[in-house]
């Protein structure tokens, strides 16, 4: 089975640019997470989807990140306008989102990992 | 609202020497769901372990860990550290719903 995919896998953006990220979650899951990673920050959450309704948009992040999901196999996290202090590594994960053996058990894509210049 | 709190922000050992990395938690729900992710070098979190039940000790790969309600802890355990389990660990938290509360992470560096 195919787990969850990301790409690019790497991006650099000029300050000021509009960049958009990329994720194919696992096949049948019904959630879909976004975050931020940093060494100082750790995981923060950036949105939470179910079943491709957007259920959390972190309060912090709203103003120039945007993420969405076209479908339930494909969502995208639109950054505009990119800023120095974005970067960062961006991991998607999907989780089965129902009760029983798996409850809450996220799997994580490879993350993009992103310099803003 | 909920949030878990690793207070170490790095732990370095010699091979051998027991692990432990500390993870309480806050949430009003009484039934927590308890997890710790582990992450290596240049690869994404995967879960290494996860409880929901109080006082029952879980295992994998060596590691383990025992929810206690009454101290809100999930703290992460192993006998012998191994070099390969130089790693950063997430403990997270769950509660009835599908979202995970991260704690800021354990940095684990385990020398020769």
């Known amino acids: 089975d195919a787990g969850v995919t990301q790409t690019p896998r790497h991006e650099v953006a000029e300050k000021g640019q509009t960049i958009i990220l990329k994720c194919e979650p696992v096949?049948?899951?019904?959630?879909l997470f976004w975050y931020r990673q940093t060494k100082i920050q750790g995981l923060e959450l950036l949105s939470y989807?179910?079943?491709?309704?957007?259920?959390?948009d972190g309060g912090a992040f709203k103003d120039r990140f945007k993420a969405e999901m076209l479908n339930s196999s494909f969502s995208t996290l639109k950054i505009q306008p990119t800023e120095p202090k974005d970067s960062a590594v961006y991991l998607c994960?999907?989780?089965?989102?129902?009760?029983?053996?798996?409850?809450?058990?996220?799997?994580f894509g490879p993350g993009t990992r992103l310099t803003v210049l | 609202g909920d949030s878990v709190t690793q207070t170490e922000g790095l732990v370095t050992l010699t091979e051998g020497l027991p692990v432990m990395l500390n993870c309480t938690y806050q949430?009003?729900?009484?039934?927590?769901?308890l997890f710790w992710y582990v992450q290596h070098l240049n690869e994404s979190p995967r879960l290494l372990l996860k409880?929901?039940?109080?006082?029952k000790r879980t295992e994998h790969q060596g590691f383990h860990a025992t929810l206690h309600k009454s101290s809100s802890s999930f703290h992460l355990q192993k006998s012998s550290a191994q070099l390969s389990d130089s790693a950063l660990y997430y403990c997270?938290?769950?509660?009835?719903?599908?979202?995970?509360?991260f704690g800021t992470g354990t940095s684990l560096l385990v020398d020769p």
């Open positions: 409880s929901f039940t109080d006082n």
């Open positions: 989807f179910r079943s491709k309704s957007l259920m959390e």
């Open positions: 096949s049948g899951h019904n959630d």
């Open positions: 997270a938290l769950s509660n009835m719903g599908y979202k995970l509360t």
């Open positions: 994960a999907s989780s089965l989102g129902s009760w029983g053996d798996n409850y809450a058990e996220q799997f």
């Open positions: 949430t009003i729900y009484s039934n927590p769901f």
